[in-house]
């Protein structure tokens, strides 16, 4: 494996890095707390929108490794979480999922509009009685003359409250467990679909989640994603990109909040000399760089087990427990650094407390993680 | 290496459901609804088929994940049959 990047790897991480920062520091507070719909034009103006989709669609046609290494310079350069998460939804769990699994007039009609911002996706899966447990999905797909009907409700849907299209899924065939569950692609304007407002949450502030409630909502056949009773496998698939891609985000917040935690310490003084000097700091930090440095490397690991197609449940499952555990761990860590102004909402640290804790949830929480790895080695 | 019979690819996986994941709690027939019956999940097949490439040395490609192929001890049986004739013929 080679762990070095290319010139041209370089080059498109620190550009993006460049532009993100330069857009960030124009940002006003009001846009601050503005959403993906707000922000969409910039960040496709970027590529942010597209990176993996095919570019005869309009997307960047980035394999893992890119795509990761793209989403890590928007999480290192912008403050804003809950944005780079909504974008990773976006891309990550709808457009992907149509990109690798839709029917071709699918993929004319609605990814050369997600990824230029025009369309704004929803990843609506998870339902109040259904999380991780997949075959208690309530949602009911019936076959009717030319589609489906669709029925259920689903809860913490990731932009759901301003989304134009929604890649959701039901259970086509309740005696088939996990195996009866379809994906479908959905446009949030057909009758019978109700948008709940955003929910309040811990983090992630400008990442709008909330219920979407069917109601013999048609479908047509074209927007099935998949085969029939194929829906688990289009989520696994749509999950292995937000696993690695999109906690590539975190790692790059990781490195912004190092670098803060780092200038603080050398230029916060006490007892007359920086704090940094003190060895209980410095150890501090040190394990900071450690843990970030250990999920990067396992996260570069499972995205190219992905790019040379190798079986890669294990690595990604590692890869995402240990970034999202680094990302709570170094966060708690920064507050403890910058003492009292870490506790102060205005200096920006902690943030990364509520912004990282959802990490360990969504996705696959980390007992679903050390379920996975159990399982591969034969437990 | 020979290829296994129809019958002891049967009895392999009907142990290994027996065995490992009802855990010899009760029997279950060729034609038991697997799915239905929740005795096989997300995480019960992804073993069964890693017990399956240890132990047959076929790989099951995601196409064949359909609910058709995994309703019964029978349909497994012949999912792996075919897989195993594909790949070797």
Not at chain 2, 59 to 70: K, R, S, V
Request: hydrophobic share 45%; aromatic share 8%.
């Amino acid at each position: 494996m080679d762990f070095g990047w290319s010139e041209g790897q370089r080059h498109a991480f620190e550009e993006l890095l460049a532009a993100i920062g330069s857009w960030q520091d124009d940002r006003s507070v009001a846009d601050s707390e503005s959403d993906l719909r707000a922000a969409r034009h910039d960040l496709a103006s970027w590529g942010l929108l597209g990176l993996s989709v095919p570019e005869r669609y309009g997307g960047g046609g980035l394999d893992v490794r890119d795509t990761a290494l793209r989403v890590q310079a928007f999480g290192d350069a912008c403050t804003d979480m809950g944005l780079v998460f909504a974008t990773a939804a976006h891309l990550f769990a709808c457009a992907m999922p149509i990109a690798e699994f839709g029917t071709e007039e699918a993929r004319e009609r609605f990814l050369p509009s997600l990824c230029s911002g025009a369309l704004v996706a929803g990843n609506a899966m998870t339902e109040s009685g259904a999380g991780s447990d997949l075959s208690k999905l309530g949602t009911r797909a019936v076959a009717v003359d030319g589609g489906y009907l669709l029925s259920g409700e689903k809860s913490f849907v990731t932009n759901g409250p301003i989304a134009d299209l929604l890649v959701t899924y039901a259970q086509t065939d309740p005696t088939a467990g996990y195996l009866g569950i379809t994906a479908f692609v959905v446009e949030t304007r057909t009758p019978g679909i109700h948008l709940g407002p955003p929910m309040d949450k811990m983090g992630l502030d400008s990442a709008s989640a909330g219920i979407v409630a069917f109601g013999d909502c048609f479908v047509p056949s074209d927007q099935v994603l998949g085969a029939i009773g194929q829906g688990t496998e289009v989520f696994n698939r749509s999950m292995r990109w937000e696993r690695t891609c999109l906690f590539a985000g975190y790692v790059g917040s990781m490195d912004r909040l190092l670098r803060r935690t780092v200038e603080h310490a050398q230029t916060r003084s006490q007892f007359g000399r920086p704090i940094g000097d003190f060895q209980a700091v410095a150890h501090r930090i040190a394990e900071m760089k450690s843990r970030l440095e250990a999920a990067r490397l396992l996260l570069y690991r499972a995205c190219w087990a992905i790019d040379v197609g190798e079986h890669p449940d294990q690595h990604i499952a590692l890869a995402k427990l240990a970034v999202s555990e680094a990302a709570v761990a170094n966060a708690l860590d920064a507050v403890a650094v910058f003492g009292a102004w870490g506790y102060l909402s205005d200096h920006g640290i902690e943030v990364a407390v509520r912004d990282a804790t959802a990490g360990r949830i969504f996705s696959g929480t980390s007992d679903v993680q050390k379920l996975i790895i159990a399982r591969e080695l034969g437990l | 290496m020979t290829m296994p019979e129809r019958d002891e690819i049967f009895e392999l996986v009907r142990d290994y459901v027996q065995r490992v994941v009802l855990r010899g709690e009760s029997g279950i027939a060729h034609d038991s609804p697997l799915l239905e019956w929740g005795v096989l999940n997300s995480i019960t097949i992804v073993r069964l088929l890693a017990f399956v490439r240890d132990r047959v040395g076929v790989e099951i490609p995601a196409t064949e994940m359909t609910a058709d192929n995994f309703r019964t001890l029978d349909s497994i049986t012949s999912l792996v049959v075919t897989s195993l004739t594909r790949g070797t013929g």
